[in-house]
């Protein structure tokens, strides 16, 4: 009876016992995998040193948004701008490298366009998991490669715009002042003929005592004189300050007749010639240049019937020609009196 009273005893303390102490705590649930986590790897250029850390400036960046990356290294970096870093992933960008105060930090701006999470990796170091903010039409694709502009002003650029405002506002400007602009029209008259005037001169000139031994170099300037204002009236070049051959080639250039023309040069250059000649030539030959010039005023003058003259010049141009036309005027070149067409 003892016995099973301390057996009924041992067996009731154990229970109690086992009342008393604590329950064992649940095991810990695994930590969820981050799905679609990629690797991407920073190459350094052969030769760098093994760098002793680095960083990424944030857990999570936004899509295609630029975030810091730093990189420091046991020494100071000679120059690192000649640093060349590439990475194995095309989505991930890198700027230029920079170097920091100390000049063992290398600082990197870095890009991410891909929407799932990423780990960096620089040697045999690797980032935490780096979350990527953004969203496309199906989340299950990879968003489009943008690369983001930042809008930088150049004066340079401002340049052209200018320009055509200018040009714009001053063409504007013209038909503006174009169409309140009432000018009164001039009335515009043709001048006329050249062979008037030089008709009158020459009868004044070959009616005077020419020429004798001492007025044989005033003839022959009073004559080239003539020649040449006739020719400036005739064929509106500027002959009085030309030689024949520049005449010449003015007068070819408007489409003149060069073979009337070539008889009347020549004439003006011998008088040119001769005129500051020492030796003067005799009167006769004077004369005859005179006379040449009547003929080749006749052949190419033209008669004023649609053009207003003076009532006076008119006529006394048309009796100094009859006059010159007249050889007994003029014994010397009475053969050559009418050549003209």
């Known amino acids: 009876m003892k016995v099973l009273c301390l057996i009924f005893v041992l ?7 086992a009342q008393n102490q604590p329950a064992p705590a649940p095991a810990p649930a695994p930590a969820p995998a981050i799905v679609d986590t990629a690797m991407v790897e920073i190459v350094l250029p052969e030769g760098t040193e093994v760098p002793l850390s680095f960083s990424v400036n944030s ?5 295609g948004l630029g975030g810091k990356l730093e990189i420091e290294f046991p020494s100071e970096i000679p120059d690192f701008s000649e640093m060349e870093l590439e990475t194995t992933e095309s989505w991930l960008l890198l700027s230029e490298a920079q170097g920091a105060r100390n000049s063992q930090k290398l600082v990197l701006e870095i890009r991410v366009y891909r929407l799932n999470p990423i780990r960096i990796k620089v040697g045999s170091m690797v980032s935490q998991v780096i979350h990527i903010t953004g969203s496309t039409g199906d989340l299950n694709e990879t968003a489009a490669i943008r690369m983001p502009g930042v809008w930088r002003t150049k004066w340079w650029m401002l340049i052209l715009p200018i320009l055509i405002l200018a040009g714009l506002f001053i063409v504007f400007y013209l038909l503006w002042q174009r169409r309140v602009r009432l000018d009164v029209l001039q009335q515009w008259e043709p001048s006329p003929p050249a062979w008037l005037a030089a008709a009158v001169d ?9 020429p004798n031994p001492d007025s044989v170099r005033g003839f022959m300037d009073r004559l080239a004189g003539i020649s040449r204002s006739y020719l400036a009236g005739r064929y509106l070049v500027p002959a ?3 030689i024949g051959r520049e005449i010449l080639a003015r007068c070819l250039m408007k489409g003149h ?3 009337s023309m070539r008889r009347m040069i020549q004439t003006l250059e011998g008088l040119d010639n001769q005129r500051y000649n020492p030796e003067l030539p005799n009167g006769s030959w004077s004369r005859e240049q005179a ?3 009547v003929n080749f005023i006749e052949g190419v003058r033209i008669l004023p ?5 003076d009532a006076t010049l ?13 050889p007994g005027n003029h014994p010397t070149g009475q053969s050559q009196l009418g050549g003209g067409q």
């Open 11 to 17: 067996l009731s303390g154990s229970s109690v016992c």
């Open 59 to 63: 857990d999570t960046l936004g899509f």
């Open 202 to 210: 020459l009868q004044n000139l070959l009616a005077e005592e020419y």
């Open 240 to 242: 009085g300050e030309m």
């Open 257 to 259: 007749d060069s073979r």
């Open 291 to 293: 006379v040449q010039l």
């Open 305 to 309: 019937r649609y053009t207003m003259v």
């Open 314 to 326: 008119l006529n006394d141009a048309e009796e100094a020609w009859t006059w010159l036309m007249q």
